[in-house]
């Protein structure tokens, strides 16, 4: 079989800028390695806000690339943070289509001999043929994450194995709950969560305790507490928050945001689309391809008005751990958190009496 044949560049794209900009730092280390110095390694910023940035960052590549090193030998040119190859207004402008033309031209006469090319852009329209090319072309590398579970599970575990841990049962599902698709902080959770086991198994405490719920802008715990039925816990709850000089507002949006969720999973399993219990909810998926089309442009956009946007497991936890109220509670919870919300904005001074108020009425026997 022949040799396969030399690329003239090196292209990594994705839809997470965090994973593209980190591969990329350590691709143009990789590649850096043998420039003998400084003046032989140049990185170009790629990111354009508008059309004329475009022609900017496109000009001062094609300079780079064309410029000779200073002692001789091989360069290394980075352009970085590309953002105009994705479906934006900018993206589809046609004097972008024409600079991506050019862009390509100049990647076309790379001499990868001479000088060693790579390119980093994130978001990026795969449908398009400059990004086409690319794949055929180059040294061509896909960074996965964006809003894949199954793409940031791996981020994940690639993190932890990097830092010589594992999880215990349930905490990797809890982390990509409560992160979300923010893989940066993802990563930084992991190496926070690596440094506290301090080489041995992070378990699902360690995680509710230590990582935010950054994914769901939530306030854990006085959810919970209410959620649970605990008045006592809720109380308690409410006066922590209050004492530090918090505010009611996001507080009473967690809830909502809980028991809107809750009332769909209600509705879902009263009409026997959907079964929750401890071990989680089970049947969401054939539910949400007969429901799904019903949230309209919704659909695809993570957020409590949509139950089929939430995490699975994230789900199992909100349900799993007490029988779920019957659907007039949760409505009647619902009316209680608009009337609270009525209430803090006539008595804006006492935002902490309103909500232990309402706590009482939903909760006390």
């Known amino acids: 079989m022949p040799p396969a044949p030399a690329r003239n560049f090196t292209f990594i794209c994705g839809q997470d800028d965090f994973l593209v900009g980190r591969m990329g730092r350590e691709r143009f280390e990789e590649l850096s390695g043998p420039a003998p110095d400084e003046f032989s390694r140049e990185i170009v910023s790629g990111f354009a806000a508008n059309v004329d940035e475009v022609g900017a960052a496109v000009n001062r590549f094609r300079e780079a690339v064309l410029t000779l090193p200073m002692f001789g030998g091989r360069r290394v040119v980075w352009l970085k943070d590309v953002n105009f190859l994705a479906d934006t207004v900018t993206g589809r402008a046609e004097t972008t289509v024409g600079l991506v033309g050019d862009l390509q031209q100049v990647l076309q006469s790379v001499d990868p001999a001479e000088t060693a090319v790579l390119v980093t852009a994130a978001p990026i329209d795969r449908r398009r043929s400059f990004a086409k090319w690319c794949e055929r072309s180059a040294d061509f590398v896909l960074a996965g994450a964006g809003e894949d579970s199954d793409a940031l599970a791996e981020v994940v575990g690639a993190e932890a194995r990097s830092a010589g841990v594992e999880f215990g049962p349930g905490a990797r599902e809890l982390l990509l709950a409560r992160t979300g698709a923010n893989t940066r902080l993802l990563v930084e959770e992991v190496h926070k969560l690596a440094a506290h086991a301090d080489g041995a198994v992070i378990d699902e405490a360690s995680v509710a305790l230590l990582t935010p719920n950054a994914a769901q802008g939530d306030f854990f715990e006085t959810a919970d507490a209410f959620f649970s039925g605990d008045l006592k816990w809720t109380l308690e709850a409410l006066r922590r928050h209050f004492f530090v000089g918090g505010d009611a507002r996001p507080v009473l949006a ?112």
């Open 254 to 365: 967690a809830l909502q945001n809980r028991n809107r969720i809750l009332i769909q999973l209600r509705a879902l399993a009263d009409a026997g689309d959907a079964s929750v219990g401890p071990g989680g909810v089970k049947g969401l998926a054939g539910a949400a391809e007969v429901y799904g089309a019903g949230y309209g442009d919704a659909a695809g956009e993570k957020s409590s008005f949509n139950v089929f946007t939430q995490h699975p497991y994230y789900l199992g936890r909100l349900a799993g751990a007490a029988p779920l109220p019957p659907l007039r509670r949760l409505i009647d919870n619902q009316r209680e958190f608009i009337d609270a919300f009525e209430e803090i904005i006539r008595r804006p001074d006492e935002q902490g009496d309103v909500l232990r108020d309402m706590a009482v009425r939903c909760l006390a026997p």
